[in-house]
């Protein structure tokens, strides 16, 4: 080891407490961190996932356009053959038929709009959360025909309980008219207001039929394996529809696409998180800008020393860096361990929400959060308290070049 | 050749509205291999014209050559490299760098002067054997008395074969048996070495010591005494 690094070591341990609060603070940063970004995408992922099971699945094939006008007259025309090659993407572990159109729901005392959504109940269980969210009577069965589910708060609205008759009205894809009568098999509650409030799920037997969609779907919805899948399954089957079906009428739009809502909250989500450590980040910069700066400070004579001695304030400098580099580093890597293993903890054990699991389970939430560590989340926090930090004691370190030998030797 | 030369050497301070004059009207030439003592009282410009000469400091006006080289026309780099190469400083208060052993304090100058490791360590050890520190190479500034610390700070000063070692009241700490010794070290390697050394003082003793006493006063030169025989000193 040379000198240089020696005495940066060295003084490094000159005040033993002080060093040790400063490392502790940067690690304390850290771990928190690598905690709190952990814990955002762990919530993240439940909020996606939550939102992907109830509406949109991970991917859908749709007619080109549909996503912007959801016009009935824009359907997926060959639903078996875009199944076919749903079939052979393996991370796509579950697929399912839809078709939606407005309508108007009436009871027998009132009328509101809704969305009349046909599903395959079989396929549909295995590709969204719907099953799970009912609230009050049964999911349908795969050989229902005339029944249907409502939303809580819609059947709320229009005063409909299980059993009672629906009258669904709209138009049909070659614009006549659309209409048919269903009797209430079960009430949803999502607890999502907007889905609550407006969809009637009826067998897309019967809303093929109604609707004059002649076999024909809206949308082909893909559950994969994770939501790393995603990405990957999306080209994939773009080339497969390319190659099989030869239809450039077809698209495949992912999460992001479907739900642009979602992704604005959790950038926005993530934006205010940031905003936050940030804000952390600086006060820790700042406690080590002072640790530091009176670390200096104190030396001045000696530095005064080291500067009559032939020592060029180049020299001076990086041995300072050095200093508050293994300082820096030291605490980020104590930080980012210990932050790791406690997210690894929790990763593995949850976080219940105190008093909520029940009404969470409700919603088909889990009853437990699970911070997702990853390396992402280990790195982005370590790199920027190490930044910050490095960039704070590039102050005091250059400072030092300023000095003039005969005032730094009368400190 | 004399190897430091003021001509007309003025240093004046600003200290707020006021200005104080530190040297005025400094004319001094010093041969190589001199051992000469600046003294005079407190605040009489000793340290002022001993830093000058180091290159620490700048002359408000006149001319410091120092090695045939002139002061102002070079760079603090520059600055730095002379004092590297040319000039050793010994202070008052030892100023020996804590955190690092006797023997690794000797080593830093000439780890600035980029000698090899191995040649380092000889030679440390060699100088610090000449000042009476054998065995202790390994010990810290805070495990050493003061008289130990001051031979390691001549030890620092003289292990890169200077030309000027500068010393600021090198023995004002020291009770005057370690202080006579000191000055014993530094005459013997003013014979051995023909280093030049010039001393900041008040203390008698350097002055006995010295072969030529310039005494100042208010900042100018009053007397400038050659003796033709170095002082015996009889110890304390």
Same mark, same amino acid.
């Given at each position: 080891?040379?000198?240089?690094?020696?005495?940066?070591?060295?003084?490094?341990?000159r005040?033993?407490?002080?060093?040790?609060l400063?490392?502790?603070?940067?690690?304390?940063?850290?771990?928190?961190?690598?905690?709190?970004?952990s814990?955002?995408?762990g919530?993240?992922?439940v909020?996606?996932?939550?939102?992907?099971?109830?509406?949109?699945?991970?991917?859908q094939?749709?007619?080109?356009?549909y996503?912007d006008k959801?016009?009935?007259?824009?359907v997926?025309?060959?639903?078996?053959?875009?199944?076919a090659?749903?079939a052979?993407?393996?991370?796509?572990?579950?697929?399912?038929?839809?078709?939606?159109?407005?309508?108007?729901?009436?009871?027998?005392?009132?009328?509101?709009?809704?969305?009349?959504?046909?599903?395959?109940?079989a396929?549909?269980?295995?590709?969204?959360?719907?099953a799970?969210?009912?609230?009050?009577?049964?999911?349908?069965?795969?050989?229902?025909?005339?029944?249907?589910?409502?939303?809580?708060?819609?059947?709320?609205?229009?005063?409909?309980?299980?059993?009672?008759?629906?009258?669904?009205?709209?138009?049909?894809r070659?614009?006549?008219?659309?209409?048919?009568?269903v009797?209430?098999?079960?009430?949803?509650?999502?607890?999502?207001?907007?889905?609550?409030?407006?969809?009637?799920?009826?067998?897309?037997?019967l809303?093929q039929?109604?609707?004059?969609?002649?076999?024909?779907?809206?949308?082909v919805v893909?559950?994969?394996r994770?939501l790393?899948?995603?990405?990957?399954?999306?080209?994939?089957?773009?080339?497969?529809?390319?190659?099989?079906?030869?239809?450039?009428?077809?698209?495949?739009?992912d999460?992001?696409?479907?739900? !642009? %809502?979602? $992704?604005?909250? *959790?950038? &926005?989500?993530?934006? +205010?998180g940031?905003?936050?450590?940030? =804000? @952390?980040i600086?006060?820790v910069a700042?406690?080590?800008?002072?640790?530091?700066?009176?670390?200096?400070?104190?030396?001045?004579?000696?530095?005064?020393?080291?500067?009559?001695?032939?020592?060029t !304030? %180049?020299? $001076?400098?990086? *041995?300072? &860096?050095?200093?508050s +580099?293994?300082?820096?580093?030291?605490? =980020? @890597?104590?930080?980012?361990?210990?932050?790791?293993?406690?997210?690894?903890?929790?990763?593995?054990?949850?976080?219940?929400?105190?008093?909520?699991?029940?009404?969470?389970?409700?919603?088909?939430? !889990?009853?437990?959060?699970?911070p997702?560590?990853?390396?992402?989340?280990?790195?982005i926090?370590?790199?920027?308290? @190490?930044?910050?930090t490095?960039?704070?004691?590039?102050?005091?370190?250059?400072?030092?070049?300023?000095?003039?030998?005969?005032?730094a030797?009368?400190? | 050749?004399?190897?430091?030369?003021?001509?007309?050497?003025?240093?004046?301070?600003?200290?707020?509205?006021?200005?104080v004059?530190?040297?005025?009207?400094?004319?001094?030439h010093?041969?190589?291999?001199?051992?000469?003592?600046?003294?005079?009282?407190s605040?009489?410009?000793?340290?002022?014209?001993?830093?000058?000469?180091?290159?620490?400091?700048?002359a408000?006006?006149?001319?410091?050559?120092?090695v045939?080289?002139?002061?102002a026309k070079?760079?603090?780099?520059?600055?730095?490299?002379?004092?590297l190469?040319?000039?050793?400083f010994?202070?008052?208060?030892?100023?020996?760098?804590p955190?690092?052993?006797?023997?690794?304090?000797?080593?830093?100058?000439?780890?600035?002067?980029?000698?090899?490791?191995?040649?380092?360590?000889?030679?440390?050890?060699?100088?610090?054997?000449?000042?009476?520190?054998?065995?202790?190479?390994?010990?810290?500034?805070?495990e050493?008395?003061?008289?130990?610390?001051?031979?390691?700070?001549?030890?620092?000063?003289?292990?890169?074969?200077?030309?000027?070692?500068?010393?600021?009241?090198?023995?004002?700490?020291?009770?005057?048996?370690?202080?006579?010794?000191?000055?014993?070290l530094?005459?013997?390697?003013?014979?051995?070495?023909?280093?030049?050394?010039?001393?900041?003082?008040?203390?008698?003793?350097?002055?006995?010591?010295?072969?030529?006493?310039?005494?100042?006063?208010?900042?100018?030169?009053?007397?400038d005494?050659?003796?033709?025989?170095?002082?015996?000193?009889?110890?304390?």
């Amino acid at each position: 080891m040379s000198i240089e690094v020696k005495m940066a070591w060295r003084n490094l341990w000159r005040n033993t407490r002080r060093t040790v609060l400063t490392i502790a603070a940067i690690a304390f940063a850290c771990l928190l961190l690598v905690f709190m970004l952990s814990w955002q995408f762990g919530t993240y992922d439940v909020m996606i996932n939550t939102a992907v099971g109830i509406h949109s699945g991970h991917l859908q094939v749709q007619a080109k356009g549909y996503n912007d006008k959801q016009a009935v007259y824009q359907v997926v025309p060959d639903p078996a053959s875009v199944s076919a090659a749903v079939a052979g993407v393996p991370q796509v572990t579950a697929h399912t038929l839809r078709a939606k159109a407005f309508a108007m729901a009436s009871s027998a005392r009132r009328t509101y709009g809704a969305m009349a959504v046909g599903i395959a109940p079989a396929s549909e269980a295995a590709v969204s959360t719907l099953a799970k969210l009912i609230f009050e009577g049964e999911f349908l069965a795969k050989t229902d025909t005339d029944q249907a589910l409502a939303g809580r708060l819609l059947a709320q609205n229009l005063k409909i309980g299980l059993g009672e008759e629906l009258v669904l009205l709209g138009q049909g894809r070659d614009g006549s008219v659309a209409a048919t009568v269903v009797k209430i098999k079960g009430i949803i509650n999502s607890g999502q207001d907007v889905f609550d409030r407006s969809t009637v799920l009826i067998p897309l037997g019967l809303f093929q039929e109604s609707f004059a969609m002649q076999g024909t779907v809206h949308e082909v919805v893909l559950r994969c394996r994770s939501l790393q899948d995603v990405a990957p399954v999306k080209l994939q089957l773009q080339d497969k529809l390319a190659a099989q079906i030869k239809s450039d009428t077809l698209v495949v739009l992912d999460w992001t696409e479907l739900m !642009p %809502g979602l $992704l604005e909250s *959790i950038k &926005l989500d993530l934006v +205010s998180g940031f905003i936050f450590y940030f =804000i @952390l980040i600086i006060v820790v910069a700042f406690s080590i800008l002072n640790t530091f700066l009176m670390s200096v400070f104190e030396r001045t004579r000696e530095f005064g020393v080291m500067l009559a001695m032939g020592t060029t !304030p %180049g020299r $001076l400098t990086r *041995i300072l &860096l050095f200093e508050s +580099s293994s300082m820096t580093l030291i605490g =980020i @890597l104590i930080g980012a361990l210990a932050g790791a293993a406690v997210t690894q903890y929790f990763a593995v054990h949850g976080i219940a929400i105190a008093d909520a699991a029940e009404i969470l389970r409700e919603f088909g939430l !889990p009853e437990r959060i699970h911070p997702r560590l990853s390396i992402l989340s280990v790195t982005i926090g370590s790199g920027i308290v @190490l930044v910050i930090t490095f960039t704070t004691t590039l102050y005091p370190a250059f400072k030092v070049r300023r000095l003039i030998p005969v005032q730094a030797l009368r400190a | 050749m004399p190897i430091v030369e003021c001509d007309a050497v003025n240093k004046i301070y600003q200290q707020g509205r006021v200005e104080v004059a530190a040297l005025q009207d400094i004319n001094l030439h010093i041969p190589e291999g001199a051992f000469i003592a600046l003294a005079g009282p407190s605040g009489s410009g000793k340290t002022t014209l001993l830093n000058l000469i180091g290159g620490l400091d700048t002359a408000t006006s006149g001319t410091i050559r120092v090695v045939g080289k002139s002061m102002a026309k070079l760079t603090q780099t520059q600055l730095a490299q002379l004092r590297l190469s040319q000039v050793g400083f010994v202070f008052q208060s030892y100023n020996l760098i804590p955190v690092l052993s006797a023997q690794e304090n000797v080593e830093f100058v000439m780890l600035l002067q980029g000698i090899p490791a191995a040649e380092r360590t000889g030679r440390a050890r060699s100088i610090l054997d000449t000042v009476g520190l054998k065995d202790k190479y390994k010990r810290r500034p805070a495990e050493l008395s003061g008289g130990q610390q001051q031979r390691v700070a001549v030890a620092r000063a003289i292990v890169a074969n200077p030309a000027i070692v500068l010393a600021d009241e090198p023995t004002a700490n020291l009770d005057s048996k370690t202080g006579q010794g000191l000055l014993e070290l530094m005459q013997q390697m003013n014979t051995e070495r023909n280093v030049t050394f010039i001393f900041a003082t008040h203390d008698q003793m350097v002055m006995q010591y010295a072969e030529r006493v310039v005494y100042l006063k208010d900042g100018r030169i009053k007397t400038d005494t050659l003796k033709q025989h170095r002082d015996k000193v009889e110890p304390k």
